[in-house]
């Protein structure tokens, strides 16, 4: 009997979800405003997975050898919230003030649970191969479990409620319509942290200066609409971390090979607890920011700009890291250390050509940023956490987070290159001349992200027609190619699924297999794409002065520049596992407005 072609079957069975949305608001003076709101959000989901018997998914991943597996899953969540706040509007004319004050209280709760029941049907075959044929064989010793079932009850249970709590006010305060005060106030808890640390209070202060308002701005102001002067500094809180009780012992099951039979006879493996790692001490981030801006107006705002310069401090800083001391996760949620941003941004509008029949509005958006770790506490006695390792193969961690350098830089070997500029094969600079590639000659070789964006969009009308489109780029970002890696070694994937897809036009490691470590994988992702693209006609007045139809055709992600290897050089996270393209989407369509 030859081995079947896979049948794997993946359905929803049932999915809905609800939503209840309560706003009231209550008007008891005029300056005084009372606004509540209640939500509500539901969503049940039931879904199957069906491996039949004797396939291909059967033999790799059931518990038994070629045994059909039938998954049941269940999961329910909720979304609920309560929000209100009381607001206070004031005039004072006699001393040119306006004070305006809020305070409010908010509540949120997210909980889920779900259940699973696995079946497997025991058919007591064992298998050889030869060539490329699997073989079932009736093993004896087994032959009467052939179709019984082998686990028909609720196999996982899993459930997990998270809640925030936060009172939180503001002071709006402005003289004369010149001078202008906010100050806003926050005070935080999350079920993420203990007792201890649940709590976090956040101020910020924001100043302003209108001096377009100002005496001696009289003379421009027949061209010059708006000068406005910025200064902010506040702290905000961040508490999102993977786990919902990072800072307490929570029990998961143990997954196979590390199950064990049943020693009452049923037949049944068994999976044992054991607890997850966790930090007592967790608790929230925080980011302490300064900035200073300056916001410029002209020719009746048809050109506007705006700049601001900003420094960034984050101290306690989050992040899923190794950890020492635990024998049960080498990772966990933890605060690892401190982080700084410096940056400028840069902001114009403009309508450059206003006619009769044509107009061109243009928007440009160009920021800086530079990032570094000053700090890292805990296990990282050599001033270094691993962030995140390389997506296959081996060779240890990929990303770091190291002192003085930006957080998830690649630390990694430099490849030596030959005259023509190829990779010499299992050859890398040996940093510290000791006559061995090891640890000690890693490089911290850039980072994911781009020290420069930027976003250019316009719009042109003419007459009944419109065009518009996005231009998008990334400047000085790196993005690790994960599947360049993986198909051009073919001294390692000889006999892999890999080989029908090894890369034709790049070096291929025939001899010695290259490390995953290596910069030759590291490389530059700045790009310049287009995001949409859309070009419309509108008709007016088509029945009676009461309907007006718009047609359009748009295309979304037409095209993308870059030197990138890869398949798409925007990478969350800087490490790149995909094979799978950003599709390009087109679209034709109607609106009808009445």
Known sequence: MQLLND???????????????????????????????????????????????????????????????????????????????????????????????????????????????????????????????????????????????????????????????????????????????????????????????????????????????????????????????????????????????????????????????????????????????????????????????????FLNNRITLAADWYLRKTKDLLAFSPNAGMNTSNYMDRNIGSLENTGVEFTATARPVVTNDFTWTTGLNIAYNKNKITKLTGDAASSQIEANGTPSGTGGGLQFHLVGHPAYSYYVYEQVYDNQGNPVEGQYVDQNADGKIDDADRIVYHSPDPKWTLSWNNTFNYKNWDLGFVLRANLGNYVYNGPRYERTRPVNNLFGYQLQNLIADDYLFTSVAPSAVSNYYVENASFLRCDNITLGYTMENVIKNALNLRFYAAVQNPFVITKYKGLDPEVNGGIDNNCYPRPVTYTLGIVATF
């Open 7 to 297: 049948q794997n079957k993946r359905g929803t069975v049932y999915s809905s979800t609800g939503n209840l949305q309560i706003d009231y608001a209550l008007h008891f003076l005029p300056e005084l405003h009372f606004n509540l709101n209640l939500g509500y959000q539901v969503s049940k989901n039931q879904w199957t997975n069906v491996t039949a018997p004797n396939s291909i998914m059967a033999w790799r991943g059931s518990y038994k050898n070629g045994a059909g597996t039938y998954w049941n899953k269940y999961e329910l969540q909720r979304n609920t919230l309560l929000d209100f706040y009381v607001n206070y509007r004031k005039d004072f004319e006699a001393i040119k003030s306006n004070l305006d004050v809020m305070a409010g209280y908010s509540w949120q709760h997210f909980d889920y649970h779900g259940r699973e029941n696995t079946v497997f049907n025991t058919l007591g075959y064992t298998a050889s191969f030869a060539g490329s044929t699997w073989t079932l064989m009736e093993d004896p010793s087994t032959a009467a479990n052939i179709g019984q079932t082998y686990n028909n009850t609720p196999k996982v249970y899993w459930a997990g409620p998270q809640q925030l709590v936060s009172f939180f006010g503001r002071i709006n305060y402005s003289f004369d319509d010149t001078y202008l005060l906010t100050f806003t106030l926050r005070d935080d808890a999350s079920s993420r942290f203990s007792k201890e640390n649940r709590w976090g209070l956040f101020p910020s202060l924001a100043l302003g200066w209108k001096i377009i308002n100002m005496p001696f701005m009289e003379p421009t102001r027949g061209w010059w609409n708006d000068l406005k002067l910025r200064l902010g500094w506040g702290v905000t809180g961040q508490q999102q971390v993977a786990g919902l009780f990072p800072y307490m012992a929570t029990y998961t099951l143990s997954q196979k090979p590390y199950t064990y039979l049943d020693p009452s006879g049923s037949g049944q493996w068994i999976e044992a607890l054991y607890p997850k790692a966790y930090d007592t001490n967790i608790k929230w981030e925080e980011t302490t920011t300064w900035n200073v801006g300056l916001d410029f107006g």
